[in-house]
């Protein structure tokens, strides 16, 4: 204990160090806009914990995969899975099982990916990052702006401008494992008052690192930008599609490091389809000098059809959603003290699910019994939201503002059971050994109200130097599959919305040659939702969180960069509540730390670019060691990855060349531990090399 106390100490201190810099209030600060606010911002102006990933960073990782564009934001620490999958992390441990997904808010341009009630834990492959602006990360509680699944922050996808950008773009890239990528942009001015029609479209393939892992990913965009006087209208229809082949787990003790069983797949047959189309304006009327109207009307559709290889049986499921709302601010100045945003959200959504098996059952003569063939759930679900907000900032004096804000959200579904409802199979014959495991409810309704409130303060310590500190509350209704997709005994989840109280206090600094953000936060966790030891939904679980997170960007000189992104984080189980897992019932969780939660990760990117034409970087990636179950008795020992990109460009012409996990070490993506397999993992990519070429008009 003294050990890890002396470390963790050591550790603050380290954080704490960029302080002592200073520099002359005479800088030239670099402006970086944002819209974590509802309405563009300077980030300075900002008492979040806010990243922002440029469109720099997003090319130069290649945007593979979104995990490798998000290590450089402190907190954030995604767990990649197979083919374009991942398990979401920022400021939590990594979310996995019941209650995970709509843990964090997924967004592009301010409308979530996913309908409120109906979240998909791999949504942000659903986004068009490829051909950003930037992403903007909210780390932390967003629920008071952006309302349900803005828990543990927000990434928000900001689509490139055709009217800040050039004419065109065309880049390809090729690497390993038949993997090939091609990205069209154009833009086509038509008028001199600002109309222009843009396009964009982004095709990968990739054969994938191991056995029978490959996938075909395409996305498309057109969109249409309308200047009408002071207002302005962008209107943008988004299609993405996904066809991958999934490689499942691989198990055993430290299979990770065996380079011939690395490359195998366990599940050849597991697949999933995944589609999804997007229609929104956004839409800003200036009413006059002091006030602003924002208006972003949206369509949404979803579906996606996958196999369900973890479980027994493998059952087929099949998801969507459709979707119709309106998200709305009004900013008003009240005078040069103070102003004012409010305005009102709300969508109309119908969602559907299907889970259906076409073989019998392998395994034990109860497994075979309790998981007959046939449909296991059929229902639809319609869903309504509905959710005014008010925030308001007070500039005390040139030094000091204090900003407060609150949300009122109520969200209502019905539910409609499309076959027999009880733990028959579809034909209403029982199951041996006490019935189906699957529950289906009786046709219900449902109704969720939550308030969600924030106060913050900042202060100016110095032209450059800011001191800001928030008190925040977020919340995360109950999703559709976690209210009606039932097992065994339970004919009805009682489930509470899942609330997160959060305290932050920072020091920012922006300047010319250094900027940094330092960051410690504390956070409290309840009505955790999870499935106990009888696969009963609850959410009477409890967690404590508190971390430091530092961001720095420091110039050495006008061709030596550095950029830092680091985070020590605890994650601890906060309640007395028994481990789910059947060899572990009887094991308290209380004080224990949860699972897939490194106490230390992060990256660290020196950048060299001796002239205009040529530019290096080396990067360094930490993920620290993690137990893998509830007990803490498995653990993985974490890694560090060494990675280079180089690039040389002449006029409008770059070439390009990225080479990951330059020491070629075995290490895993993911590592996990389950009752039934034993410690088991997603491995890692050897030393891979992958060559671009862009070009700009």
């Not at 302080?19 to 670099?30: C, L, R, Y």
């Not at 999870?530 to 971390?547: C, E, L, P």
């Not at 996990?661 to 075995?666: M, P």
Request: charged content about 20%; hydrophobic content about 35%; proline content about 4%.
């Amino acid at each position: 204990m003294r050990i890890i106390n002396k470390i963790t100490l050591g550790y603050i201190a380290l954080a704490l160090l960029p302080i002592s810099f200073s520099h002359s209030s005479e800088t030239q600060i670099e402006t970086i806009v944002v819209t974590a606010g509802r309405y563009e911002q300077d980030i300075s102006q900002r008492v979040e914990s806010i990243s922002v990933v440029n469109n720099d960073v997003l090319r130069k990782s290649g945007n593979t995969h979104i995990q490798q564009s998000l290590v450089s934001v402190p907190g954030a620490n995604l767990a990649r899975g197979n083919g374009q999958e991942y398990l979401p992390a920022l400021r939590s441990p990594v979310l996995t099982g019941a209650g995970a997904c709509g843990g964090l808010l997924t967004a592009e341009d301010g409308i979530p990916l996913r309908a409120n009630g109906f979240c998909n834990i791999n949504e942000l492959f659903e986004s068009f990052s490829e051909t950003a602006r930037h992403v903007e990360v909210v780390r932390g509680p967003a629920g008071t702006l952006y309302g349900s699944n803005a828990m543990h922050g927000l990434i928000n996808v900001i689509s490139r401008d055709p009217v800040e950008g050039k004419n065109g773009s065309l880049n390809t890239e090729a690497g390993p494992h038949d993997y090939y990528r091609l990205g069209v942009s154009a833009d086509h001015r038509l008028s001199s008052e600002g109309d222009v029609i843009s396009a964009d479209l982004y095709l990968m393939t990739d054969g994938g690192y191991r056995d029978q892992s490959g996938l075909d990913q395409q996305k498309a965009s057109i969109q249409y930008t309308h200047q009408v006087g002071d207002s302005r209208v962008r209107t943008r229809l988004v299609a993405t599609s996904l066809n991958q082949e999934t490689a499942g787990y691989l198990e055993g003790d430290g299979v990770y490091r065996n380079r011939r069983s690395n490359r195998t797949n366990p599940n050849p047959e597991a697949f999933r389809d995944a589609n999804s189309l997007r229609f929104y304006s956004l839409i800003d009327i200036p009413v006059n000098q002091t006030s602003q109207l924002h208006l972003a009307p949206y369509l949404r559709k979803t579906d996606m059809r996958f196999l369900q290889h973890y479980l027994p049986g493998q059952p087929m499921e099949e998801n969507g959603q459709e979707s119709v709302g309106i998200r709305s601010g009004y900013y008003l100045e009240l005078g040069e003290k103070l102003n004012l945003l409010t305005g009102i959200d709300t969508e109309l959504s119908k969602g559907y699910l299907l889970e259906a098996q076409e073989s019998v059952t392998e395994g034990s003569e109860f497994l075979q019994a309790t998981i007959p063939m046939g449909k296991h759930y059929d229902y639809e679900v319609v869903a309504w939201n509905v959710a005014p907000y008010a925030s308001a900032t007070w500039k005390v004096n040139d030094q000091l503002e204090i900003t407060g804000g609150v949300r009122i959200e109520s969200a209502h579904y019905d539910y409609d059971n499309q076959m027999l409802s009880g733990r028959t199979d579809e034909n209403g014959l029982p199951c041996d050994f006490g019935g189906c495991r699957f529950s289906r409810p009786n046709d219900r309704k449902d109704s969720f109200n939550n308030i969600s409130p924030k106060l913050g303060a900042l202060l100016w310590l110095s032209n450059e130097l800011q001191l800001f500190t928030q008190l925040a509350q977020g919340y995360r209704v109950p999703q559709a599959t976690e209210l009606y997709r039932l097992q065994r005994e339970q004919t009805v989840a009682e489930l509470d919305p899942e609330e997160i109280n959060s305290f932050e206090v920072g020091l920012r600094k922006i300047g010319d040659s250094l900027s940094y953000e330092w960051v410690a936060y504390t956070m409290k966790k309840e009505n955790v939702i999870f499935r106990d030891a009888d696969y009963f939904n609850q959410s009477n679980g409890k967690t404590r969180h508190w971390g430091v997170e530092l961001a720095v960007d420091y110039e050495f000189t006008e061709s030596l960069r550095l950029e830092v992104s680091t985070s020590y984080a605890e994650h601890r189980y906060a309640e007395h509540r028994y481990a789910d897992q059947r060899e572990l019932q009887g094991v308290e969780l209380d004080g224990k730390l949860v699972d897939s939660a490194p106490k230390t990760f992060g990256s660290y990117r020196l950048h060299w670019s001796p002239n205009s034409l040529v530019s290096a970087e080396l990067e360094w990636l930490h993920q620290g060691s993690y137990f893998t179950d509830p007990q803490n008795a498995y653990r993985y020992p974490g890694h560090d990855l060494l990675n280079l990109h180089l690039a040389w460009q002449w006029k409008q012409y770059e070439i390009s060349t990225r080479i990951l996990n330059i020491t070629d070490k075995a290490y895993a993506e993911r590592a996990d531990y389950s009752s039934f397999s034993g410690s088991r993992y997603f491995p890692g990519e050897p030393r891979s090399i992958y060559f671009g070429i862009n070009f700009d008009w």
